[in-house]
């Protein structure tokens, strides 16, 4: 069984930064895919960035250019680099892993202020 915690969150102005991480309790050793995903007041969870096992990535719309998925190969866990936050960007970041089975965070708030 596989927990994963997310940290990093916090209050920041528009045009600040934060960086996002995962760590998991246990070891994970293979993977499909990994991921961070992100759920605002009143809003459906939706895809924020994704990194495959192959290294290829996939960005929202809405995030690209902006924000940066990377893992640390010796975990296998996912890390979220987000630049120019916007006010838009506010919401629950949550870190999934998919093995599978599908793992996910208890999620980190982040609180972009105009």
């Known amino acids: 069984q596989v927990q994963l915690v997310e940290s990093g969150g916090g209050l920041v102005q528009a045009g600040g930064s934060l960086r996002l991480s995962c760590v998991a309790s246990g070891s994970i050793f293979r993977f499909n895919a990994m991921g961070w995903y992100r759920q605002a007041p009143g809003k459906q969870r939706e895809l924020v960035a994704v990194i495959f096992s192959g290294g290829n990535t996939y960005y929202a719309d809405s995030v690209k250019g902006r924000f940066t998925i990377s893992r640390d190969n010796a975990k296998n866990t996912p890390y979220l680099q987000m630049n120019s936050l916007k006010p838009d960007d506010t919401g629950v970041y949550y870190c999934?892993?998919?093995?599978?089975?599908?793992?996910w965070g208890q999620g980190t708030q982040v609180t972009v202020s105009s």
């Open positions: 999934h892993v998919q093995i599978p089975p599908n793992y």
